[in-house]
């Protein structure tokens, strides 16, 4: 993977998180409050723990850079019903678009954007209609709630969002900034469900394989600025084979090495265990994926 299809490397990320800190400096200022919240909670890695590590991985030309908690993520078996508990919490990352971070000095929200709420993402809305290329993969995410017998929690707002097949994120990366497919938002119905057709992420170095997503507790939540809390922020881990299965395929070369150099183990998010985070994944190269996850909330 070339430095002119990725990030700008680390210099270029150490510049966005800083001009993260100053715009959450200036907030808390205007709201009076006197401390930033850990930096590491900005970045593509571990939970929310206010101890973080920085972790610089460099590969060939490509840099990645993630600075997480290790071994932090939060699984709460409070309220839980048969082997569902509370899904992991983990940090959004320093991409997540959902206007809690700038770029170049300009708030990056996605969730504002006309056309957001859709299921099909593999496509930019807007300023481009650009879509992205890709092993197709089809995401369906049930929301239960573990303290009322993983009763289904229809009328939430799941916003989706993962990397490229070459491991760029749409709105940040270099060369994809005027991009902002591979993001959307859905509301689940009344099984608590919601699907999203879009491509297989792929590996860039530093992190397993893995998609991002937000839960809100409505549609107007999700997408009033600024959004309303979040109900729940995690990841989804893919399975190894399957990962490797698309890797062999066109377009994803830069991603055999980078998952080569990863396991679970050593990923800085999912070290601690994937077992509320793992998806079921059915498919095929040839014929696309489905990933399912049932997401358990503490509601």
């Given at each position: ?9 680390l210099a ?7 001009q993260?800190v ?8 205007w ?73 170049n000095?300009?708030?990056?929200n ?64 270099s060369?994809?900034t ?27 170095s ?22 309303g ?14 990962c ?17 150099a ?16 793992m ?15 049932t ?5």
């Amino acid at each position: 993977m070339h430095d002119d299809n990725h990030h700008h490397g680390l210099a270029h990320d150490l510049e966005v998180l800083g001009q993260m800190v100053a715009e959450r400096r200036r907030a808390l200022r205007w709201l009076g409050v006197g401390s930033l919240a850990p930096l590491g909670l900005l970045a593509c890695g571990g939970g929310d723990s206010a101890s973080t590590t920085s972790t610089s991985t460099a590969t060939g030309s490509t840099t990645t850079t993630d600075t997480s908690s290790t071994g932090t993520s939060t699984t709460t078996t409070t309220g839980s019903c048969g082997n569902i508990t509370t899904i992991a919490s983990e940090t959004n990352g320093p991409y997540p678009a959902d206007g809690t971070n700038s770029l170049n000095g300009s708030t990056v929200n996605a969730l504002t954007l006309s056309g957001i709420v859709r299921s099909d993402i593999r496509s930019s809305i807007v300023s481009s209609t650009t879509t992205a290329a890709g092993v197709v993969l089809t995401v369906t995410l049930t929301l239960v709630n573990t303290n009322s017998s993983c009763a289904a929690l229809s009328g939430y707002a799941v916003y989706l969002w993962h990397c490229t097949r070459d491991g760029l994120y749409s709105m940040y990366s270099s060369g994809v900034t005027g991009e902002n497919y591979l993001r959307g938002v859905q509301v689940t119905d009344s099984n608590g469900s919601v699907t999203f057709t879009t491509i297989f992420p792929g590996c860039y170095s530093g992190r397993m394989p893995h998609i991002h997503f937000e839960v809100y507790a409505s549609q107007t939540a999700a997408t009033t600025t600024p959004a309303g809390d979040q109900v729940r922020t995690s990841q989804i881990a893919l399975p190894r084979d399957v990962c490797s299965a698309v890797y062999a395929t066109t377009g994803y070369s830069a991603s055999v090495a980078n998952l080569a150099a990863i396991t679970f183990a050593t990923d800085n998010v999912f070290s601690d265990g994937t077992s509320t985070e793992m998806a079921t994944v059915t498919g095929s190269t040839s014929a696309g994926y489905a990933a399912s996850l049932t997401v358990g909330i503490s509601a």
